[in-house]
DNA sequence: AATAGTTTGCAATACCATTGCGCTATAGTT
DNA sequence: AACTATAGCGCAATGGTATTGCAAACTATT
């Protein structure tokens, strides 16, 4: 199991600390995209800045992406297998939902194609949908 | 001219006091939004907080939008004649461009219709696409 | 074991958003 | 015109998030 966890660390070229493990296990284990704040009070007591960069170094390395759901504090989540250091392609669409303010990945949900006006060029584009999760809704 | 702003603001259902004028007059003249600290520096000398609830009753009435385009700061932009208190419906494109880190609105994309998952209610769709604009482009 | 490089934890900093509160200005009433 | 109620303003203060510097701890390599 720790195995598998490690294995999934150096296939990305990141080296598997104690910390990261942890932090990978812990977002392995959940079921939509959590702040900084979330995994600090998850792996409680740990250094916040710690996470942090372990975070960041994921996120560098391809294991994990950033969403900014406009709820103020970054959320991140881990990137389908595809992900290349660098390059997220996981373009895909974010959920957020208002009543539990949780954000979940919609990897089927892939981001249409826009056409911009000439002398625009495309680099990344975000797409947040906010309302009522499935669990949520009555 | 200044009648004309003034109405705006009573049309909006808000008080044009000498403040909002002036924001509102600033805010005409911006071609990208605008940040609450680039108000703050056009305005000069002129009290933040005085500025962000100017902005705050801009929104809430419906006369402009705000704008999470990731780069930490909220951005305004004047809505469409067509927005209502409360409701926005300028359902549009944003584009931040990367280089000069200008907002601007793309009032003639819309939103694609994205249809969720059974169970999910959509109430907002945020769509920010980053990169290079037709300014900073070579 | 010594060394070089990486990681960690603490401290500190910089923004941004937001609220409380007292003073002032304005509008509405008598 | 005087009074009162309401709205707006400016200052102070708070809370949250992101980010960097630095020194100690740790890891891997020779």
């Given at each position: 199991m720790t195995e598998n966890i490690e294995e999934m660390l150096t296939r990305k070229?990141?080296?598997?600390t104690a910390m990261r493990l942890l932090v990978l296990d812990f977002l392995l284990k959940q079921s939509s995209a959590i702040s900084l704040t979330d995994l600090e009070k998850g792996l409680d007591p740990s250094d916040r800045i710690t996470l942090y960069r372990a975070l960041k170094k994921f996120e560098e390395k391809g294991l994990v992406h950033s969403i900014d759901?406009?709820?103020?504090a970054t959320k991140y989540a881990l990137c389908e297998n595809d992900c290349e250091a660098g390059h997220h392609h996981d373009l895909h669409v974010h959920f957020f939902c208002n009543t539990c303010r949780e954000t979940s990945c919609l990897p089927k949900h892939h981001i249409p194609q826009i056409t911009l006006p000439d002398g625009f060029k495309t680099e990344e584009v975000n797409l947040i949908v906010k309302g009522v999760c499935n669990k949520c809704v009555q």
């Amino acid at each position: 199991m720790t195995e598998n966890i490690e294995e999934m660390l150096t296939r990305k070229d990141i080296n598997p600390t104690a910390m990261r493990l942890l932090v990978l296990d812990f977002l392995l284990k959940q079921s939509s995209a959590i702040s900084l704040t979330d995994l600090e009070k998850g792996l409680d007591p740990s250094d916040r800045i710690t996470l942090y960069r372990a975070l960041k170094k994921f996120e560098e390395k391809g294991l994990v992406h950033s969403i900014d759901d406009g709820s103020g504090a970054t959320k991140y989540a881990l990137c389908e297998n595809d992900c290349e250091a660098g390059h997220h392609h996981d373009l895909h669409v974010h959920f957020f939902c208002n009543t539990c303010r949780e954000t979940s990945c919609l990897p089927k949900h892939h981001i249409p194609q826009i056409t911009l006006p000439d002398g625009f060029k495309t680099e990344e584009v975000n797409l947040i949908v906010k309302g009522v999760c499935n669990k949520c809704v009555q």
